[in-house]
């Protein structure tokens, strides 16, 4: 069904609803933000190019903390480094709830390691963590797994002998080989048919769950989730990376040898077993399998999409690259694989991937939180249950903290000396208790990724870089790189 007929839709149901309910109510004193229509709440103010550059242009009249209704329900929004860092980091506990991501929230309703809340969220952060610590450090590092994942790239970027190709799939197979031989104990072939149609769900999902129709969704979906639509291809996408999960767990179970864990699923199964007579314990089948969908596609679809950012922007800005090079050369030369250690002793391709991150923005609105309980934040008290949006854009393009918010600029990183500066502004990855959870492995995986590359490989497009378009296919949620065409040229 066309999206303006379920817009129209939407908006028969509103007016209808209008004589039954009268205007949206909440409790406690909320920041101030535009006056909301019952039903529609602030529908008329949002802005056709979708929910960041709304927000944005609120924040121009209502300062950096304010509330916009997202139909009938109030969510504050965070703007600019210190709202969002007050919030996040200085009351890290209250503001540490996971709010719902209406699409993904059929799928999850409040389970897995990402969208749970609570003692549930505590226990499965706590678990996650640890045994992700402990198969990234065992009999092979996760250092030496992505170095192994990296040279097979090479290898597979080799035989392209320099012909146009498009980077997402492989981008995608590398990062989803590193979470899959933490969580499953195995990586997959390039080529590997089941392989890639997972990967091809999660890829689509995201844009998905990105574009304008998953914006309007997240404002009506109470009444849209009644008609087709996308989030219907969203929910079968995400079911079939289920199915795959729930073989991979049965294949554990028969194999379970409770002496040697192979991984994270085999860990989990015997954190089961000792827990089966606690009738409490959130150690079950429906946790592994949404913890394991939640890592299986954040590990994939945040690390690959930056690479592919990243590399745009190596075509776009050649000269960029060409100094990383240079470092990689004086540091690494070409005789050995580029290793972490190599991290400190190269500060122009650490602001490089830094900034690719900045730029690229990733998470554009953040994922939704929630307060925990009655929360007085700058002289408002927010009730307990509320959604909180912090803005990451808002941070990582604040003009207080990066000359040229704007630019694609690795200096925004530098000192005057050339040394890397730490940025308070620079938050990717979120900030305070909801951190990402793999933000240590995806750092790992951007650095060894992007220089192995770049040692072994001069990237050319066919498109002159002052004629490359870096405006995203889709901005919503997640924002999504537009395709493109590179040449891995072997030196």
Same mark, same amino acid.
């Given at each position: ?7 129209? +839709? ?29 039903? /529609? ?29 997202? =139909? ?5 929004? +965070? ?32 389970? =897995? ?6 003692? *549930? ?46 980077? !997402? ?7 989803? $080989? ?6 499953? =104990? ?32 997240? +404002? ?21 990376? +289920? ?17 040697? %864990? ?39 679809? !945040? ?29 690494? =030369?070409?005789?050995?694989? %580029? ?45 307990? $249950? ?5 803005? /990451? ?5 604040? #003009? @207080? ?15 005057? $000396? ?24 995806? *750092?790992?995986? /951007?650095? /060894?990724?992007? !220089?192995?590359?770049?040692? $072994? ?14 405006? #995203? ?5 997640? *924002? ?10 072997? @030196?």
């Amino acid at each position: 069904m066309e999206l303006s007929v379920l817009l129209l +839709l939407a908006l028969l149901t509103g007016l209808f609803l209008l004589l039954v309910r009268g205007h949206p109510k909440a409790s406690g004193h909320l920041p101030p933000g535009p006056h909301p229509l019952p039903f /529609l709440g602030n529908l008329l103010q949002m802005d056709r190019r979708g929910l960041l550059n709304s927000f944005l242009r609120l924040r121009e009249k209502y300062g950096d903390v304010f509330t916009v209704y997202l =139909g009938p329900r109030p969510v504050v929004m +965070l703007c600019g480094t210190e709202a969002i860092r007050e919030a996040l980091v200085d009351q890290a506990e209250d503001f540490s709830g996971r709010g719902k991501i209406s699409m993904v929230d059929p799928v999850f309703q409040g389970y =897995g390691v990402i969208f749970a809340n609570g003692e *549930r969220w505590r226990t499965l952060r706590r678990f996650s963590l640890a045994t992700m610590r402990d198969f990234g450090m065992g009999k092979r590092s996760i250092e030496e797994r992505i170095q192994e994942e990296a040279q097979c790239l090479v290898e597979e970027l080799r035989k392209s002998k320099g012909a146009l190709v498009d980077p !997402t799939f492989l981008f995608q197979s590398i990062t989803a $080989n590193i979470i899959c031989s933490i969580v499953f =104990g195995e990586r997959f072939d390039y080529k590997d048919r089941e392989f890639l149609r997972l990967l091809d769900m999660f890829y689509q999902s995201f844009a998905l769950i990105s574009s304008f129709s998953g914006q309007v969704f997240e +404002l009506f979906s109470n009444v849209l989730k009644h008609f087709p639509g996308t989030h219907r291809q969203v929910y079968e996408n995400l079911q079939e990376v +289920l199915t795959f999960i729930g073989h991979s767990v049965e294949k554990h179970r028969a194999t379970l040898d409770p002496s040697a %864990p192979r991984d994270f699923i085999d860990a989990y199964l015997l954190r089961m077993d000792k827990e089966k007579s606690n009738l409490q314990s959130e150690f079950h089948h429906k946790n592994l399998a949404l913890t394991l969908l939640s890592l299986f596609f954040a590990g994939t679809e !945040t690390t690959s999409t930056t690479l592919r950012y990243g590399f745009l922007l190596m075509l776009k800005y050649p000269h960029v690259a060409e100094r990383v090079k240079e470092e990689i050369a004086q540091v690494i =030369g070409s005789h050995r694989p %580029p290793a972490l250690d190599d991290h400190s002793k190269m500060p122009y391709t650490e602001a490089v991937i830094y900034e690719i991150q900045r730029f690229g923005d990733l998470l554009p609105i953040g994922v939704p939180h929630i307060v925990t309980k009655d929360t007085v934040f700058r002289g408002y008290l927010i009730p307990k $249950n509320t959604e909180v949006y912090p803005i /990451l854009s808002s941070a990582l393009h604040d #003009p @207080h903290y990066f000359e040229e918010p704007d630019t694609f600029n690795p200096d925004h990183f530098l000192d005057a $000396n050339g040394a890397l500066k730490k940025n308070e502004a620079f938050i990717p990855f979120s900030a305070g208790k909801r951190i990402c959870l793999g933000e240590g492995i995806a *750092r790992n995986e /951007l650095f /060894l990724f992007f !220089t192995t590359i770049l040692q $072994n490989f001069s990237v050319a497009s066919p498109v002159a870089p002052q004629d490359i378009d870096l405006t #995203p296919r889709e901005s919503g949620v997640g *924002r999504v790189p537009p395709t493109y065409q590179i040449r891995f040229l072997p @030196h």
